[in-house]
């Protein structure tokens, strides 16, 4: 049976590691994160960096939830342990302009990511920024479906927002493309056609759906999944949103869980 939690004490693990994390699913009390950032939690790339957000208020009402965040976590790069401007930047640009433009290369891409980031001793930091502004979600949980609702003020206007609900990677690790079991994309892919993430062991698949999108912005729905032997092992969507100004309200999707035989 399917639960779902909130909480600003659990931060993950793997390179994502310190961060809060979304909504949190559970199947019969096991949680299935490992270390994906849940459902509904967001990041932002605000004047070259990526930025997190930390939870500030959380509230629940009936079989809903309402989490205020506010935008204040900074990704930075560690090389031998320091901190480098230089490595942050360059891979902000790996990752922007060429990893996630590359499908079907970005498996190997990943592969000697992880390589040289153990060669190298490269690790992510989280640092404590001034906020950069606040975004507030809205959970409404129905049986097996999630309703999500987000609105968002920035400080800086045409900021790139992206909306991720993750899970693990090594629970979701099979997928299904038209009804029919496929295997998992690699990295990010565009989403086409019907697309679920499955869990043969629980029995469970999940997908997301665009239910409105505020007239100020252009998204973009990506399906993807990134299992590597030391840093990455999640499996989800992500919305990528660009907006023409520093606000908008009411974006709505749902992430809806099916039970399979």
Known sequence: ML??????????????????????VYDDDILLVEEGMGLGACSFQIGGYTHFTSIKSISKAGDSFRVVCKIDKKLVWKALGVKSKSLTRSMEF??????????????????LGDVLR????????????PAQGEVEITY?????????????????TGSRIFVMNELGG?????????GKIAAPPTGWEKLKGACELYSYVHGLTFTCVQENIPENV????????E???????WAGFESEIICNSNKFNNYRYSIRFREVA
């Open 118 to 129: 153990r060669i190298f001793n490269v690790e992510a930091s989280f640092v404590d920024v």
């Open 140 to 156: 409404e949980i129905r049986d097996n479906a999630i309703f999500v609702n987000l609105n968002c003020e920035t400080k800086e």
């Open 3 to 24: 639960s779902f939690d909130i909480s600003n004490q659990y931060k993950g693990s793997g390179v994502s590691q310190g961060l809060d994390r979304g909504l949190l």
């Open 170 to 178: 090594s629970i979701f690790n099979r997928g299904i493309i038209d």
């Open 227 to 233: 299992r590597t032997a030391n840093n990455y092992c």
């Open 94 to 111: 790996i990752t922007t302009n060429v990893y996630m433009k590359q499908e079907k290369r970005q498996k190997r891409l990943l592969e």
């Open 218 to 225: 252009t998204s973009k729905l990506y399906w993807g999944r």
